[in-house]
């Protein structure tokens, strides 16, 4: 365990670079900051070394381990119903564990290719009934979990890991950025039991719903906000730099049009098209995860939506009503840090080995407690 005073939440965005400091004993102590804007990652190994002398310098420490935030446009969840009978006696810890490292293998045996960033317990179906935690005090003669795995890509969490490496810092926990806000942002709709979050990236657009307060998917799309930029670029026969600050500055632009002779409308019929098919898509995947006709809260998220807020609702052709949430870069840290603080009692908490030297199971898993 590392012996610094901060724990350092490091989100990697494909466009911008966010970071957080926590001190661990006090928690009025935070240090926030993020990297320039970036259309490719060109200068990334730049901007984080420039983010990495800032933390030194404001937290006083050599920094040796970060935690850090991922997503990316072929993560994806997997869902696993795995049983197992038992003796008639009383549940213990052991049992559990056996069924997850069960499910874990076959997914890891079924896709090789990615890497399992959270394990969550969605359901536990004791004798037939169901209970939303595990029951120690029931004669249990059939125990069965409803699981759900969220994964990265492997090639995805070992690029970020090498930019690290660079820089002699080690990788602590690896968090989904889509899931950790997801289940930070339900909180502030806990009226709502059933309701999906849409957040537009740079190049992704993640889907996380929850039935009943639960989350039941996790699915990406590989279209976002980069992609209206490009739709600006070439229809406008400008550069992306001139198309993203049109995308973001949408009622500040009227001089800068006038003079390319383009009208506010046509910028805004763009953006406005390419953002339709971005949410027509997302209805798609919600309605194929969520597998029932229950009223449902959308919520749309993320960097990619920001050129869209409530003013513009009335020109979104959506039948679906949608809220907007404007995040910040402290929303989007404290996702994690509030994560790996154990804000969902139904995840499975994978410890690294590293850290430890305990029996077979306790290298796998611990739960929240």
């Given amino acids: 365990m590392s012996d610094n005073n901060y724990q350092i939440y490091f989100d990697c965005g494909y466009s911008k670079l966010r970071v957080a400091a926590h001190n661990k004993v006090d928690s009025n102590k935070i240090f926030y900051t993020e990297s320039n804007f970036f259309f490719d990652h060109t200068n990334i190994d730049l901007e984080t070394q420039k983010i990495i002398t800032y933390l030194e310098e404001n937290t006083k420490e050599y ?15 997997i869902g696993i119903s795995i049983s197992k009978k038992i003796d008639g006696s009383k549940l213990k810890q052991q049992d559990i564990q056996f069924l997850v490292q069960e499910a874990k293998q076959q997914v890891s045996k079924n896709y090789n290719n990615q890497s399992i960033a959270h394990i969550i317990i969605n359901n536990y179906k004791i ?38 490496y660079k820089f002699d810092i080690s990788i602590n926990q690896i968090i989904c950025t889509s899931y950790a806000k997801a289940i930070n942002y339900k909180n502030n709709f806990s009226s709502n039991k ?13 889907i996380t719903s929850f039935v009943n307060n639960k989350i039941i998917s996790l699915s990406a799309l590989p279209i976002g906000g980069n992609h209206i930029t490009k739709d600006i670029s070439k229809l406008l026969k400008i550069d992306l730099k001139q198309a993203e600050q049109l995308k973001l500055d949408l009622d500040k632009n009227k001089a800068f049009l006038d003079d390319k002779n383009y009208s506010i409308e046509l910028l805004q019929k763009i953006i406005f098209a390419r953002t339709e098919e971005i949410l027509e898509m997302s209805i798609l995947c919600i309605k194929s995860n969520l597998m029932t006709e229950s009223h449902y809260k959308m919520i749309l998220t993320g960097d990619g939506s920001r050129i869209l807020d409530n003013q513009y609702k009335d020109k979104i052709s959506f039948a679906n009503s949608i809220d907007f949430l404007d995040e910040t870069i402290e929303d989007i840290c404290q996702s994690g840090f509030k994560l790996a603080m154990g804000s969902n009692k139904q995840e499975v908490v994978v410890v690294p080995k590293k850290q430890i030297k305990q029996g077979f199971f306790e290298k796998l898993f611990h739960f929240f407690k």
């Fill in 194 to 206: 059933n309701v999906t979050f849409i957040d537009v990236g740079f190049n992704k657009t993640s």
């Fill in 63 to 77: 920094i040796n381990g970060v935690n850090i935030m991922i997503d990316s446009p072929k993560m994806l969840s």
């Fill in 127 to 164: 004798n037939e009934v169901d209970y939303d935690y595990l029951q120690t005090e029931i004669n249990c003669k059939i125990i069965s979990l409803d699981i759900i795995f969220i994964c990265l890509p492997e090639e995805t969490i070992e690029y970020f890991k090498n930019i690290f």
